[in-house]
């Protein structure tokens, strides 16, 4: 009796051990941006809500270039979940552009807020149209990044060579910002949420009074050129420090993505948990309040849907 009842203990013990190692049976890699932009915390918050609230999950953030490098990662396999901009995801999965070589096998988990154009300068540095940047030094974002793919794009737009008519520094948010204070670029490129960190981090420096140049004119040749992608959008007065009007600006949307190989109960409780835990994600950055199932049908995603997003956004009463 006393036998059977050691080895009733030792089968609770190893089944309890069992049941616990399999809570966290699955890792997963969350690709996001720069330190400096909105990707890195989102991708954060998202990862602890997940890991908090799926219990056989695991889920870690990794600091990457963004946009491009995203689907790189994702499309090999070397990562799960990503952010990217709808525009760098459309190329990746055609497989068109410097980048991509080959069709990466993307799916759309959610359409998630949109990302706002930012060409950032100083007042004093003369520069008050997007003209003006002829012949300056500007950063147009890390290579590997979306910020880089639309800043192309928008010199393209306003009749730039890029690799000539301007100088042109690769640099990523928070660099870019340094470089612009340290007076060793002219004006950068930044696409992101608003607020974004390292934008507020330079308007908020004593001395220094920052100067957003409009640059919505460029959306109708960049729709003529790469599809209906880009969208004009506004920069609300008072969002930086120093800010007094607001600015016209390129829009386009930001999504998560994941290889179309993941499991598809997998995109499913990932997307259940981040939409019911939602207020946590709000609280970690703001732009997390864009989650919703309005963007999900209105055109925010060139890609097709993975099968377990369908799944859920059906559910939830959208027309997929």
């Avoid at 491009?68 to 068109?96: E, H, I, P, Q």
């Avoid at 925010?300 to 559910?315: D, L």
Wanted: net charge positive; with cysteine; proline share 5%.
């Amino acid at each position: 009796m006393k036998r059977l009842w050691i080895v009733g203990i030792i089968f609770v013990l190893a089944f309890s051990a069992s049941f616990s190692w399999a809570q966290k049976s699955v890792r997963i890699s969350i690709v996001t941006g720069g330190t400096g932009g909105v990707y890195y915390p989102l991708g954060g918050g998202m990862a602890n809500i997940i890991s908090k609230y799926i219990p056989y999950v695991e889920a870690t953030a990794e600091v990457t270039t963004a946009s491009v490098d995203n689907c790189l990662l994702v499309g090999r396999g070397s990562a799960d979940v990503a952010f990217t901009m709808a525009d760098t995801a459309w190329d990746a999965y055609m497989g068109v552009g410097k980048a991509f070589k080959e069709k990466m096998p993307l799916r759309a988990m959610a359409v998630f807020y949109p990302n706002n154009m930012h060409v950032v300068t100083l007042q004093g540095k003369r520069i008050e149209k997007m003209a003006d940047l002829k012949g300056r030094r500007v950063s147009t974002g890390a290579p590997g990044s979306g910020t880089e793919i639309v800043a192309l794009r928008i010199l393209e737009a306003y009749g730039f060579n890029p690799d000539k008519d301007v100088s042109r520094d690769k640099l990523g948010a928070s660099e870019s910002a340094g470089a612009l204070k340290d007076g060793k670029i002219d004006a950068y490129f930044w696409v992101g949420g608003l607020p974004t960190a390292s934008v507020m981090d330079l308007a908020a420096t004593p001395g220094t009074k920052i100067k957003l140049i409009g640059h919505a004119d460029a959306v109708l040749k960049m729709r003529e050129k790469y599809g209906p992608l880009y969208a004009k959008g506004v920069i609300p007065a008072k969002t930086y420090s120093g800010q007094d009007g607001d600015v016209p600006i390129v829009v386009l949307w930001n999504l998560l993505v994941c290889n179309e190989n993941m499991k598809e109960n997998l995109v499913y409780d990932i997307l259940k948990t981040i939409f019911d835990h939602k207020p946590e994600l709000v609280a970690v950055h703001s732009d997390a309040r864009y989650l919703s199932l309005d963007p999900q049908t209105t055109g925010g995603s060139p890609i097709p849907f993975h099968p377990g997003a369908v799944k859920f956004f059906k559910e939830k009463g959208v027309k997929m």
